[in-house]
Protein backbone atom coordinates (compact mmCIF):
# COMPACT_ATOMS: atom_id res chain seq x y z
CA UNK A 1 0.00 0.00 0.00
CA UNK A 2 2.60 2.49 0.98
CA UNK A 3 4.56 1.70 -2.35
CA UNK A 4 1.69 2.11 -4.33
CA UNK A 5 1.05 5.93 -2.35
CA UNK A 6 4.53 6.86 -3.27
CA UNK A 7 4.05 5.15 -6.82
CA UNK A 8 1.27 7.91 -7.33
CA UNK A 9 3.09 10.47 -5.67
CA UNK A 10 5.73 10.53 -7.99
CA UNK A 11 3.15 10.17 -10.81
CA UNK A 12 1.26 13.03 -9.80
CA UNK A 13 4.50 15.49 -9.64
CA UNK A 14 5.55 14.51 -12.96
CA UNK A 15 1.99 15.02 -14.42
CA UNK A 16 2.43 18.19 -12.31
CA UNK A 17 5.63 19.22 -14.11
CA UNK A 18 4.74 18.26 -17.09
CA UNK A 19 1.71 20.65 -16.96
CA UNK A 20 3.91 23.56 -15.64
CA UNK A 21 6.13 23.04 -18.38
CA UNK A 22 3.24 23.52 -21.03
CA UNK A 23 1.56 26.52 -19.12
CA UNK A 24 5.36 28.33 -19.28
CA UNK A 25 5.97 27.32 -23.00
CA UNK A 26 2.26 28.45 -23.79
CA UNK A 27 2.26 32.03 -21.69
CA UNK A 28 5.74 32.89 -23.20
CA UNK A 29 4.57 32.74 -26.37
CA UNK A 30 1.18 34.41 -26.48
CA UNK A 31 1.27 35.89 -22.35
CA UNK A 32 3.36 39.34 -24.19
CA UNK A 33 3.75 41.77 -26.97
CA UNK A 34 5.78 41.51 -29.94
CA UNK A 35 7.11 44.32 -30.86
CA UNK A 36 10.40 42.63 -33.16
CA UNK A 37 13.67 43.10 -32.58
CA UNK A 38 14.58 46.75 -32.26
CA UNK A 39 17.87 45.98 -33.67
CA UNK A 40 16.90 44.87 -36.66
CA UNK A 41 16.14 46.56 -39.75
CA UNK A 42 12.78 46.90 -40.93
CA UNK A 43 12.46 47.71 -44.53
CA UNK A 44 9.68 50.16 -44.88
CA UNK A 45 8.32 50.95 -48.45
CA UNK A 46 10.48 53.79 -48.68
CA UNK A 47 13.23 51.55 -49.35
CA UNK A 48 11.60 50.46 -52.80
CA UNK A 49 11.08 52.50 -56.05
CA UNK A 50 7.60 53.33 -56.48
CA UNK A 51 5.67 51.87 -53.75
CA UNK A 52 3.30 53.46 -52.08
CA UNK A 53 1.76 52.97 -48.67
CA UNK A 54 -1.55 53.93 -47.46
CA UNK A 55 -1.97 53.48 -43.80
CA UNK A 56 -5.00 51.72 -42.75
CA UNK A 57 -6.14 50.83 -39.44
CA UNK A 58 -9.40 49.09 -38.38
CA UNK A 59 -10.47 46.63 -35.35
CA UNK A 60 -10.93 43.14 -34.31
CA UNK A 61 -14.22 41.81 -32.71
CA UNK A 62 -12.46 42.47 -29.31
CA UNK A 63 -12.34 46.27 -30.42
CA UNK A 64 -8.40 46.49 -30.16
CA UNK A 65 -7.37 48.47 -33.08
CA UNK A 66 -5.03 46.78 -36.02
CA UNK A 67 -2.50 48.72 -38.11
CA UNK A 68 -0.77 48.24 -41.68
CA UNK A 69 -1.27 49.89 -44.90
CA UNK A 70 -2.36 49.04 -48.55
CA UNK A 71 1.04 48.96 -51.01
CA UNK A 72 1.12 49.51 -54.54
CA UNK A 73 3.32 50.77 -57.16
CA UNK A 74 3.03 54.10 -58.87
CA UNK A 75 1.58 54.26 -62.21
CA UNK A 76 -0.63 51.44 -61.59
CA UNK A 77 -3.65 52.39 -61.93
CA UNK A 78 -5.85 49.40 -61.81
CA UNK A 79 -4.61 46.30 -59.54
CA UNK A 80 -5.03 42.99 -60.97
CA UNK A 81 -6.50 42.19 -57.51
CA UNK A 82 -5.81 42.39 -53.81
CA UNK A 83 -3.86 40.38 -51.55
CA UNK A 84 -4.43 40.34 -48.16
CA UNK A 85 -1.62 38.98 -46.21
CA UNK A 86 -1.03 37.35 -42.77
CA UNK A 87 2.54 37.46 -41.00
CA UNK A 88 4.20 34.77 -39.05
CA UNK A 89 5.32 35.36 -35.22
CA UNK A 90 8.38 37.31 -34.15
CA UNK A 91 7.81 40.61 -35.90
CA UNK A 92 5.10 42.35 -38.37
CA UNK A 93 4.07 43.00 -41.58
CA UNK A 94 7.32 44.62 -42.28
CA UNK A 95 9.63 41.70 -41.67
CA UNK A 96 7.80 40.86 -45.17
CA UNK A 97 7.93 44.40 -47.57
CA UNK A 98 10.24 42.34 -49.74
CA UNK A 99 7.40 39.83 -50.87
CA UNK A 100 5.29 42.67 -50.75
CA UNK A 101 7.05 44.73 -52.75
CA UNK A 102 7.12 42.04 -55.14
CA UNK A 103 3.65 41.40 -55.04
CA UNK A 104 2.88 44.80 -56.11
CA UNK A 105 6.05 45.04 -58.82
CA UNK A 106 3.51 42.32 -60.59
CA UNK A 107 0.45 44.77 -60.36
CA UNK A 108 -1.36 43.43 -56.89
CA UNK A 109 -2.10 45.68 -54.84
CA UNK A 110 -1.70 44.48 -51.08
CA UNK A 111 -3.23 44.69 -47.69
CA UNK A 112 -0.49 43.92 -45.13
CA UNK A 113 -0.76 44.85 -41.40
CA UNK A 114 0.17 43.45 -37.76
CA UNK A 115 -2.00 41.61 -35.84
CA UNK A 116 -3.07 42.24 -32.10
CA UNK A 117 -0.22 42.81 -29.56
CA UNK A 118 2.03 43.16 -32.33
CA UNK A 119 4.15 46.15 -33.83
CA UNK A 120 2.41 48.84 -34.60
CA UNK A 121 -1.33 47.70 -33.78
CA UNK A 122 -2.62 47.54 -30.09
CA UNK A 123 -2.93 44.83 -27.28
CA UNK A 124 -1.27 44.32 -24.29
CA UNK A 125 -0.72 40.70 -25.40
CA UNK A 126 -0.46 38.22 -28.69
CA UNK A 127 -3.57 36.29 -26.78
CA UNK A 128 -3.47 33.07 -28.51
CA UNK A 129 -2.85 30.78 -31.58
CA UNK A 130 -6.34 31.67 -32.90
CA UNK A 131 -5.78 35.34 -32.79
CA UNK A 132 -4.02 35.31 -36.01
CA UNK A 133 -7.00 33.69 -38.09
CA UNK A 134 -9.83 36.37 -35.94
CA UNK A 135 -7.54 39.43 -37.09
CA UNK A 136 -7.48 38.38 -40.80
CA UNK A 137 -11.09 37.87 -40.91
CA UNK A 138 -11.37 41.59 -39.10
CA UNK A 139 -9.15 42.79 -41.89
CA UNK A 140 -11.42 40.55 -44.63
CA UNK A 141 -13.98 42.72 -42.77
CA UNK A 142 -12.34 46.12 -43.41
CA UNK A 143 -12.11 45.09 -46.97
CA UNK A 144 -15.34 44.36 -47.62
CA UNK A 145 -17.01 47.36 -46.02
CA UNK A 146 -14.27 49.37 -48.30
CA UNK A 147 -16.02 50.84 -51.46
CA UNK A 148 -13.06 50.30 -53.40
CA UNK A 149 -11.23 47.42 -52.48
CA UNK A 150 -14.55 45.51 -51.99
CA UNK A 151 -14.91 45.14 -55.43
CA UNK A 152 -11.34 43.76 -56.35
CA UNK A 153 -10.80 39.98 -56.66
CA UNK A 154 -9.05 38.77 -53.48
CA UNK A 155 -6.25 36.59 -52.82
CA UNK A 156 -4.98 35.66 -49.30
CA UNK A 157 -1.76 35.05 -48.84
CA UNK A 158 0.17 34.23 -45.07
CA UNK A 159 3.64 32.56 -43.64
CA UNK A 160 3.94 30.31 -40.74
CA UNK A 161 1.01 31.89 -38.32
CA UNK A 162 -0.28 33.48 -41.49
CA UNK A 163 -0.33 30.74 -43.19
CA UNK A 164 -2.51 29.24 -40.30
CA UNK A 165 -4.66 32.29 -40.03
CA UNK A 166 -5.21 31.86 -43.96
CA UNK A 167 -6.30 28.39 -43.75
CA UNK A 168 -8.14 28.92 -40.50
CA UNK A 169 -10.09 31.88 -42.12
CA UNK A 170 -11.00 29.45 -45.67
CA UNK A 171 -13.01 27.08 -43.28
CA UNK A 172 -15.34 30.26 -42.45
CA UNK A 173 -18.85 30.05 -44.55
CA UNK A 174 -18.84 33.99 -44.90
CA UNK A 175 -15.13 34.42 -46.16
CA UNK A 176 -15.36 34.62 -49.49
CA UNK A 177 -11.64 34.62 -51.86
CA UNK A 178 -11.07 33.72 -55.34
CA UNK A 179 -7.44 31.73 -53.77
CA UNK A 180 -4.91 31.45 -51.43
CA UNK A 181 -1.19 30.58 -50.93
CA UNK A 182 0.38 29.68 -47.51
CA UNK A 183 4.08 29.45 -46.84
CA UNK A 184 5.34 26.62 -44.18
CA UNK A 185 1.78 26.40 -42.64
CA UNK A 186 1.35 24.24 -39.96
CA UNK A 187 -2.16 22.63 -39.62
CA UNK A 188 -2.20 23.03 -35.73
CA UNK A 189 -1.64 25.51 -33.88
CA UNK A 190 -0.72 23.39 -30.55
CA UNK A 191 1.61 20.78 -33.09
CA UNK A 192 3.50 23.71 -34.04
CA UNK A 193 3.92 24.74 -30.40
CA UNK A 194 4.90 21.19 -29.01
CA UNK A 195 7.66 20.56 -32.25
CA UNK A 196 8.86 24.19 -31.07
CA UNK A 197 10.28 22.15 -27.53
CA UNK A 198 12.20 19.10 -30.29
CA UNK A 199 11.14 15.40 -30.55
CA UNK A 200 12.15 14.39 -27.39
CA UNK A 201 9.40 16.76 -25.83
CA UNK A 202 6.91 14.99 -27.96
CA UNK A 203 5.30 13.52 -25.56
CA UNK A 204 3.86 17.19 -24.33
CA UNK A 205 1.69 17.56 -27.79
CA UNK A 206 -1.26 15.94 -25.89
CA UNK A 207 -0.90 18.16 -23.09
CA UNK A 208 -0.35 21.66 -25.53
CA UNK A 209 -3.95 20.35 -26.70
CA UNK A 210 -5.54 20.65 -24.00
CA UNK A 211 -3.94 23.82 -22.98
CA UNK A 212 -5.27 25.56 -26.30
CA UNK A 213 -8.85 23.82 -25.65
CA UNK A 214 -8.71 25.01 -22.48
CA UNK A 215 -7.80 28.90 -23.22
CA UNK A 216 -8.49 29.07 -26.91
CA UNK A 217 -11.91 27.23 -27.04
CA UNK A 218 -12.90 24.43 -29.23
CA UNK A 219 -11.88 25.95 -32.53
CA UNK A 220 -8.03 25.75 -31.19
CA UNK A 221 -8.82 21.76 -31.73
CA UNK A 222 -9.93 22.48 -35.76
CA UNK A 223 -7.14 21.20 -38.72
CA UNK A 224 -6.19 23.67 -40.97
CA UNK A 225 -6.63 20.92 -43.13
CA UNK A 226 -10.28 20.69 -42.76
CA UNK A 227 -11.34 24.30 -43.05
CA UNK A 228 -9.20 24.14 -46.54
CA UNK A 229 -11.42 21.24 -47.79
CA UNK A 230 -14.46 23.28 -46.93
CA UNK A 231 -13.43 25.75 -49.26
CA UNK A 232 -13.70 23.99 -52.52
CA UNK A 233 -13.35 24.75 -55.30
CA UNK A 234 -11.61 27.83 -53.82
CA UNK A 235 -7.78 27.43 -55.22
CA UNK A 236 -5.12 26.80 -52.92
CA UNK A 237 -1.44 26.67 -53.30
CA UNK A 238 0.59 25.54 -50.41
CA UNK A 239 4.28 25.38 -50.41
CA UNK A 240 6.26 23.81 -47.85
CA UNK A 241 10.15 22.82 -47.01
CA UNK A 242 11.38 19.66 -46.48
CA UNK A 243 14.02 20.88 -44.13
CA UNK A 244 11.76 22.92 -42.04
CA UNK A 245 12.45 22.65 -38.23
CA UNK A 246 9.80 25.05 -37.41
CA UNK A 247 6.68 23.29 -38.74
CA UNK A 248 7.99 20.04 -39.73
CA UNK A 249 6.49 18.08 -42.93
CA UNK A 250 4.40 15.85 -40.85
CA UNK A 251 2.60 18.43 -39.02
CA UNK A 252 2.38 20.83 -41.96
CA UNK A 253 -0.74 21.79 -43.61
CA UNK A 254 0.46 20.72 -46.69
CA UNK A 255 0.59 17.60 -46.48
CA UNK A 256 -2.39 17.05 -44.91
CA UNK A 257 -4.44 18.47 -47.46
CA UNK A 258 -2.27 17.38 -50.94
CA UNK A 259 -4.80 15.64 -52.16
CA UNK A 260 -7.65 17.70 -52.29
CA UNK A 261 -8.47 18.12 -55.89
CA UNK A 262 -8.48 22.05 -55.48
CA UNK A 263 -5.09 22.37 -53.61
CA UNK A 264 -1.60 22.43 -55.06
CA UNK A 265 0.90 21.44 -52.33
CA UNK A 266 4.45 22.06 -53.39
CA UNK A 267 7.12 20.83 -51.37
CA UNK A 268 11.17 22.05 -51.73
CA UNK A 269 14.13 19.67 -50.96
CA UNK A 270 16.66 21.43 -49.24
CA UNK A 271 14.35 24.29 -48.09
CA UNK A 272 13.63 25.57 -44.26
CA UNK A 273 11.20 27.89 -42.87
CA UNK A 274 10.55 30.95 -45.44
CA UNK A 275 10.54 28.75 -48.96
CA UNK A 276 10.40 31.77 -50.63
CA UNK A 277 14.17 32.75 -49.85
CA UNK A 278 16.80 30.98 -51.55
CA UNK A 279 18.53 27.99 -50.02
CA UNK A 280 21.55 30.57 -49.86
CA UNK A 281 19.07 33.55 -47.57
CA UNK A 282 17.84 31.41 -45.35
CA UNK A 283 21.17 29.41 -44.08
CA UNK A 284 22.67 32.99 -43.95
CA UNK A 285 19.80 34.22 -41.65
CA UNK A 286 19.31 31.12 -39.60
CA UNK A 287 23.64 31.40 -39.03
CA UNK A 288 23.43 34.90 -38.30
CA UNK A 289 20.46 34.92 -35.68
CA UNK A 290 22.12 31.87 -34.01
CA UNK A 291 25.34 33.73 -33.61
CA UNK A 292 23.92 36.74 -32.49
CA UNK A 293 21.70 34.72 -29.91
CA UNK A 294 24.97 32.46 -28.29
CA UNK A 295 26.58 36.35 -28.43
CA UNK A 296 23.94 37.35 -26.35
CA UNK A 297 24.05 34.16 -24.08
CA UNK A 298 27.21 34.36 -23.17
CA UNK A 299 28.08 36.45 -20.45
CA UNK A 300 31.20 37.22 -21.45
CA UNK A 301 30.40 39.03 -24.40
CA UNK A 302 30.54 42.95 -24.62
CA UNK A 303 27.83 45.17 -26.01
CA UNK A 304 29.88 46.48 -28.46
CA UNK A 305 30.05 42.73 -30.31
CA UNK A 306 26.33 42.19 -30.18
CA UNK A 307 26.33 45.74 -31.51
CA UNK A 308 28.71 44.78 -34.43
CA UNK A 309 26.92 41.50 -35.09
CA UNK A 310 24.11 43.94 -36.18
CA UNK A 311 25.56 46.18 -38.15
CA UNK A 312 27.62 44.22 -40.39
CA UNK A 313 23.53 42.01 -41.27
CA UNK A 314 23.73 42.23 -45.11
CA UNK A 315 20.19 42.95 -45.37
CA UNK A 316 19.85 42.50 -49.46
CA UNK A 317 21.10 38.36 -48.79
CA UNK A 318 19.08 37.94 -46.08
CA UNK A 319 16.09 39.03 -47.64
CA UNK A 320 16.64 37.64 -51.42
CA UNK A 321 13.96 35.92 -52.81
CA UNK A 322 13.91 32.49 -54.81
CA UNK A 323 13.05 33.98 -58.35
CA UNK A 324 11.30 30.44 -59.14
CA UNK A 325 9.27 30.05 -56.11
CA UNK A 326 7.82 33.46 -56.72
CA UNK A 327 7.16 33.01 -60.02
CA UNK A 328 5.01 30.04 -58.81
CA UNK A 329 3.10 32.24 -56.99
CA UNK A 330 2.91 35.10 -59.37
CA UNK A 331 1.21 33.11 -61.89
CA UNK A 332 -1.15 31.53 -58.89
CA UNK A 333 -2.32 34.87 -58.27
CA UNK A 334 -2.37 35.77 -61.91
CA UNK A 335 -5.01 32.58 -62.48
CA UNK A 336 -6.99 33.31 -59.60
CA UNK A 337 -7.58 37.02 -60.41
CA UNK A 338 -8.09 36.95 -64.17
Same mark, same amino acid.
Given at each position: ????? @??????????????????????????????????????????????? #????????????????? @??????????????????????????????????????? #?????????????????????????????????????????????????????????????????????????????????????????????????????????????????????????? #???????????????????? @??????????????????????????????????????????????????????????????????????????? @?????????????
Amino acid at each position: MKFLM @IVSAVVIIIIGVIIFLAYRMYSTVFGKRCDGDERLKYFTHNDFEGLK #AAPIEFQNKDGVTLRGA @IYAKSGVQMPKGLIVFSHGMGGGHLSYMTEINTFAENEF #AVLAYDNTGTCSSDGEKIGSFCQGPEDLKAALKFVKEHPMLSKMKIVLAGHSWGGYSVCRALGDEDVKVDGAVTFGAPNSGYQVISAALGEKFSFLTPVFKLFFRIFEGKDALVLCSDCVAS #AEPTPVLMLQGENDAIVRRE @ISAAQSAEDLPHVKAVFFDGRYHNVYQTIESEEYMNATFARINALKKNKNTSEKEISACYDNIDYELITREDPAV @IDLVIRFMNNCTK
